[in-house]
């Protein structure tokens, strides 16, 4: 598996120097898992009581990475296939649809590769690289917490569900406000394979 080495200017690169995504996202090393806190899943079939992994996880893993096609083809693991499904899990319990866990879904691959990291640009931390405004670190590294922050905001950038008509990846763009706006767009059809799978 390639290593992903994150820099805040200029985005993820694979070691030998091939960029994946934009400016703006966590200076952190994803083979440093002291950095990347994980998520938890338990009671989700995906995580145990313990921190490990199940069977589960590591079948869902598989599947998707037959299935991606974009930066997280081959590159889905348990850790990061759990992160996935808190995602998920917390779209529902916000009554979020689908697009909705998209839209959030393609936010934390272009900004962590779905690693929930405790630390990055500046300030930045958790699956969305928030910022200290969002919460406290504990807070913004727990990845349900986290993607409700998310809709937070979303619902102050788009009030009375306005998002719905526009295009995911502008609605991602107009929530994170990245300086490469076309980067969560690029996501969409693996956060939306993600999301199927998952859901």
Known sequence: MPKFVFTATSGVLLSGGLLLAGPGIAAA????????????????????????FTEDAEKAADDLNDELTQDMAGNMDARTTT????VVEASKDRD?????????????IVETHLN??????????GLYQQRDHYGSADDRLDAG??????????????????????????VAQDVQRSAYPDRYHDQIDDAETIVDHLW
């Open 29 to 52: 090393d994803e083979s440093n898992n002291e950095d990347n806190d994980g998520c938890t899943a338990v009671g989700m079939d995906l995580e145990n009581a313990d921190g490990s």
């Open 83 to 86: 992160c996935a499904k808190e």
């Open 145 to 170: 917490w986290a993607t409700d922050a998310f809709y937070d905001e979303l619902e102050v950038v788009f009030p009375d569900e306005s998002w719905e008509d526009e295009e995911m990846g502008t």
């Open 116 to 125: 929930n990291y405790d630390g990055g640009d500046r300030d930045s931390v």
């Open 96 to 108: 979020m649809d689908q697009k909705a866990a998209t839209i959030a879904m393609s936010t934390a």
